[in-house]
């Protein structure tokens, strides 16, 4: 079983400062850092160190070599990447002094992933396979649709929220990832409590998956007993890549039939040890540190 993930790949520029700026407000940084990210390759590479088979489709610019080497760095595939002549994506991060960021994205050549493209990587992709997707390029919901036609399970991390998530049908996602916020905006209400009860009775068949921060994780799925697990203790350093670092290892776990509790139990442990150090993909753990824990 491969991972297919269609994911960005970004360039970071971190901030270190006292507060995230306001509205007509210049403030200083107190440190400034350059990182490799983008959810999808974040996601890639924590799959990867999670035991995954994974193959990474996505588009990267002139200035995307750091991206390409970092991917193949961990052993992620990397033959669907493309090459455009627009800058590869990035973002401008903000991290205030309790590790909490604040964050500006540029989608650049990650918006340039083609429907051909895209109909030429399902040409190789089985349904034996799972495919990955966040919402950082573009035809999100061409791929949904052209999995779903093909009975292949689809994983989506529902962020960042944008209108173009409309146009994606969670009917025909397997399993959908998201954070409270981005809960909120799935099931479309204003209640944390009620997000999956609202998801799992809208879409019978969909897997959710909320990640609740300091309080753990839940599954849930229509008709199934709901599965909850604990956070790990951390100290909190950078919250950056901790969503990707869970939903990388989630996704691996599933890829290696491991149950979900199994799952939920691995991927907390993993992203508690990812806040625990700066950056994103460079802080995501070996399956080796997380089995240590």
């Not at 689809?154 to 969670?170: F, G, H, K, R, W």
Request: hydrophobic letters at 40%.
């Amino acid at each position: 079983m491969k991972l297919y993930n269609f994911g960005s790949l970004n360039i970071d520029h971190v901030y270190d400062v006292e507060d995230q700026v306001k509205t007509g407000e210049t403030i200083s940084a107190n440190a400034y850092n350059v990182f490799i990210g983008g959810k999808g390759l974040n996601q890639s590479i924590a799959a990867a160190k999670a035991g995954a088979n994974v193959v990474h489709i996505g588009a990267i610019g002139p200035d995307g070599s750091i991206l390409k080497k970092a991917l193949t760095d961990a052993n992620v595939d990397v033959s669907w990447l493309l090459e455009t002549k627009t800058p590869s994506g990035h973002a401008i991060i903000q991290v205030n002094h309790e590790g909490d960021n604040a964050i500006v994205y540029y989608g650049g050549s990650n918006l340039e992933v083609s429907k051909d493209a895209i109909d030429t990587a399902f040409e190789v992709i089985t349904t034996d396979d799972i495919v990955l997707l966040q919402n950082e390029i573009s035809n999100v919901a061409y791929i949904v649709n052209q999995a779903y036609e093909r009975n292949i399970p689809v994983a989506l991390n529902y962020s960042p929220i944008t209108e173009s998530l409309s146009e994606v049908d969670l009917n025909k996602v397997t399993y959908l990832l998201v954070n409270e916020i981005e809960g909120r905006a799935a099931a479309n209400c204003d209640s944390d409590v009620d997000v999956v009860d609202i998801l799992t009775h809208n879409y019978p068949n969909l897997n959710v998956i909320l990640t609740l921060g300091e309080k753990g994780a839940i599954y849930s799925k229509q008709g199934l007993d709901s599965v909850m697990q604990k956070a790990y203790k951390a100290k909190v350093v950078d919250t950056t890549g901790a969503g990707d670092t869970f939903t990388g290892y989630f996704v691996a776990s599933l890829a290696a039939s491991k149950t979900v509790q199994e799952a939920l139990e691995l991927s907390c442990k993993a992203s508690a040890i990812a806040i625990g150090k700066p950056g994103a993909s460079n802080a995501i753990p070996t399956l080796e540190e997380v089995l240590d824990q």
